[in-house]
């Protein structure tokens, strides 16, 4: 790629993407995804995120190679607050610094993703640049909303996001996800992990932080899991301690504070015990594993709603928080990991509700709107 100076402004051949989706794993990894499909289709292109620095985008975006460029935050109060009132000179700050940013790296479409950075990215854009709106929750939020008015073109990971206009593609998943050969890397899994190289293999996950109630509920059941003939790869969360009681003979129970590798998290596992978070849901989906989905019992319900069409597709279970002990696991996880002819029909199910190509699908959608 030729890149040239024009005064104190850099020019280049291809298109400049940038893309909008600071704050949290979940709007930054889709962002990111898009960034690598952008890039595997037009190698002379350039993307930019937006940031903050107090975002995991400070850390994430780098680290994957792209361009980060700071704004201020501009966090949206819950309640009535004197931060309300100033929310107005936030918002205008923010735009502003976002208008310097597009000019300065030449932008030629926005990419948002939602959050608290989206927000003055689509209010910098309006009538200047193209925008492109994805939404991976089954409820959208604010921003998105607001972004959604003015966009050329609008995506979807549901069909029930309230968008109007919508194409539903899933969510931008990363490559190594998305192309990822679970039975070719199962041996390999197995073995990183120390666990049982044919024994069904739950993967129980909460989250970067564990989940208090997948903790208790599973590790109650170690025994039962364990007498079944059934071996547990359980990520607990780094503040949390886990001390289940081991049966001679029985395949492993392994416990850790994190995975670094969900690759061969994903691929050592048979099925999956999981909160319903969109980017979870979407990466679960993806690589054809039957899922119990168990959703955070705050907030506004969307995460039930995430799990839905992978539920009503027959691919997973979804049992309610307070619900998710250690008999439910005995009485319904058990009999699942148990039945190979179900856990395979299970996973064509969840294959068939994911959307393994919705990085590209996006790219492509992106591009084309910068071609207009």
């Known amino acids: 790629m030729e890149d040239t100076l024009s005064g104190d402004r850099l020019t280049q051949n291809g298109p400049c993407v940038v893309v909008a989706g600071g704050g949290t794993a979940g709007h930054i990894e889709p962002a990111l995804a898009l960034a690598d499909a952008i890039m595997r289709l037009r190698p002379d292109a350039r993307v930019v995120a937006l940031g903050t620095e107090r975002g995991l985008e400070s850390r994430l975006v780098p680290a994957r190679g792209y361009q980060l460029e700071l704004i201020p935050p501009v966090p949206m109060p819950r309640k009535p607050s004197p931060e309300l009132l100033r929310l107005p000179l936030k918002v205008r700050e923010s735009v502003r610094r976002t208008r310097e940013v597009f000019e300065q790296v030449h932008a030629d479409v926005v990419v948002g993703f939602g959050g608290y950075v989206a927000l003055p990215a689509y209010l910098a854009a309006r009538g200047r640049l193209p925008i492109v709106v994805h939404e991976a929750n089954a409820k959208t939020g604010l921003a998105n909303k607001v972004g959604a008015r003015f966009a050329a073109k609008i995506a979807a990971a549901?069909?029930?996001?309230?968008?109007?206009?919508?194409?539903?593609?899933?969510?931008?998943?990363?490559h190594s996800i998305t192309t990822l050969d679970r039975a070719a890397l199962r041996a390999e899994a197995r073995q990183h992990f120390g666990l049982d190289p044919h024994a069904p293999t739950l993967l129980v996950v909460g989250g970067s932080q564990g989940a208090r109630t997948l903790n208790v509920a599973v590790s109650g059941a170690a025994v039962a899991l364990a007498k079944a003939g059934i071996g547990v790869l359980h990520a607990h969360g780094p503040k949390n301690t886990l001390a289940v009681q081991a049966v001679e003979?029985?395949?492993?129970?392994?416990?850790?504070?994190?995975?670094?590798?969900?690759?061969?998290?994903?691929?050592?596992?048979?099925?999956?015990?999981?909160?319903?978070?969109?980017?979870?849901?979407?990466?679960?989906?993806?690589?054809?594993?039957?899922s119990v989905f168990v959703p955070l019992p705050h907030g506004n319900g969307e995460q039930a709603l995430n799990a839905r069409p992978v539920v009503d597709a027959g691919g997973g279970l979804l049992v309610a928080d307070e619900e998710m002990t250690p008999e439910r696991i005995i009485e319904q996880v058990?009999?699942?990991?148990?039945?190979?002819a179900r856990l395979a029909g299970m996973s064509r199910a969840t294959q068939i509700a994911g959307h393994r190509e919705a990085d590209e699908v996006l790219a492509r959608m992106v591009l084309e709107v910068i071609k207009k």
């Open 158 to 174: 549901t069909p029930d996001s309230g968008l109007s206009g919508a194409e539903v593609i899933g969510i931008p998943l990363r």
């Open 249 to 290: 003979g029985a395949p492993p129970y392994v416990a850790v504070p994190y995975l670094e590798r969900m690759d061969l998290a994903y691929a050592a596992a048979d099925a999956v015990l999981c909160r319903s978070g969109a980017m979870t849901v979407a990466e679960v989906s993806a690589v054809g594993l039957p």
């Open 334 to 340: 058990i009999p699942m990991l148990t039945d190979p």
